[in-house]
């Protein structure tokens, strides 16, 4: 009989070489959608459950389900039953996953018929330990320290993943065809920059032009949705990815923005305004288009006033702009 075995008959056998080694594949991932499933996945391997669980614990909301693993198999929809239902079941444990913040971001659900060991709590206390330790690290990576918003490093990583997703939900599930695109049914990308950045840093200071990127950045977050993607693109140039319901609700979003903006009394700077440019993301579109198309609207905005929201398709329309040419390059512009 192993010593594992000893401490415990319930306990799966496994060495220490093997545990580096699953913590050592945990701690190789830099996306956290793929964090939580290696986690999972190391938990069914460990501790050999009925079926691992995580829900997100958003501020003020009640936990929310993200992703299930019973075996091998990965499910995306959760149970009918409720947290609170599930967590009092018998045979369930609950593990807390802490945030940078120290306070409870998520609940790791776990089901076995045999109930766990003083070992093998132990054993997933080490593992989440190590697991927060290791998303703390992964989120401070992917927030620019400033605004407390994503930044570049993280908009050029998720951009692909994000319209991987999007042309997921232009796919038709039953035929695995591209649907049509229904008005109902709009993503759009928006590149947002400050107006005349730079005359703010040279009259007020770069302590002024840091709080100013940091007063913007509160409104951005009050204006978007908790699932829209907001994103310090560099210096004074912000990117949004939004869901809306038609093209009148993206204007209406964007504008609610600069009006917001508009109208904000910004300490000892004043009065600020922005300039947006916004682009249709597509079912075919690719990164360095998108990026492209909102850059031109944006500049059309630059040059013709300021102070305003332009979408790139409705300047096509109007003449007002070329198409965009792939082999031109995204630029950032003078305030």
């Known amino acids: 009989m192993t010593k594992s075995t000893q401490l415990n008959n319930a306990m799966v056998p496994i060495s220490l070489q093997e545990v580096i080694g699953k913590i050592a594949a945990l701690t190789d991932h830099r996306d956290l959608d793929t964090l939580e499933v290696s986690l999972l996945r ?10 691992a669980a995580i829900y997100h614990v958003p501020e003020n909301e009640s936990p929310q389900f993200s992703v299930l693993t019973r075996g091998e198999l990965l499910f995306h ?74 930044n570049r490093h993280t908009f050029d990583f998720q951009l692909e993943k994000a319209l991987n997703l999007i042309r997921d939900a232009y796919t038709d599930e039953k035929t695995g065809q591209m649907r049509r695109h229904k008005e109902s049914e709009s993503f759009f990308l928006g590149e947002i920059d400050i107006d005349h950045f730079k005359h703010i840093n040279d009259a007020f200071g770069h302590l002024y032009g840091d709080e100013v990127l940091l007063i913007i950045a509160r409104i951005m977050q009050s204006t978007f949705r908790k699932s829209d993607l907001i994103y310090r693109f560099g210096g004074e140039e912000f990117i949004v990815i939004v869901y ?15 009006r917001t903006v508009e109208n ?10 922005v300039s947006i440019g916004v682009t249709r993301i597509k079912d075919s579109s690719m990164p360095i288009e998108l990026l492209g198309q909102a850059d031109q609207a944006l500049y059309y905005a630059k ?18 702009l070329h198409a965009h040419s792939s082999k031109s390059k995204v630029t950032l512009h003078e305030s």
Do not use: C
Not at 87 to 106: E, L, Q
């Open 264 to 273: 904000h009394a910004f300490p000892q700077v004043g009065k600020i305004t």
């Open 77 to 150: 929809e959760g149970p009918e039953e409720s947290f609170t239902e599930l967590a009092s079941t018998r045979g369930v444990t609950a593990f807390s996953i802490i945030g940078h913040s120290r306070t409870v971001i998520a609940y790791l659900l776990m089901a076995r018929k045999q109930e766990l060991s003083a070992n093998e709590h132990q054993m997933m206390s080490a593992l989440l330990r190590i697991y927060d330790n290791y998303l703390s690290v992964l989120k401070d990576s992917q927030i620019d320290r400033l605004t407390g918003l994503l």
């Open 244 to 258: 809306v319901e038609n093209d009148a609700d993206a204007e209406m979003t964007f504008e609610r923005l600069r």
């Open 42 to 51: 190391t938990v069914n391997e460990m501790l050999a459950p009925d079926w």
């Open 303 to 320: 040059h013709h006033g300021r102070n305003q929201v332009n979408f790139y398709e409705k300047l096509l329309e109007e003449k007002k």
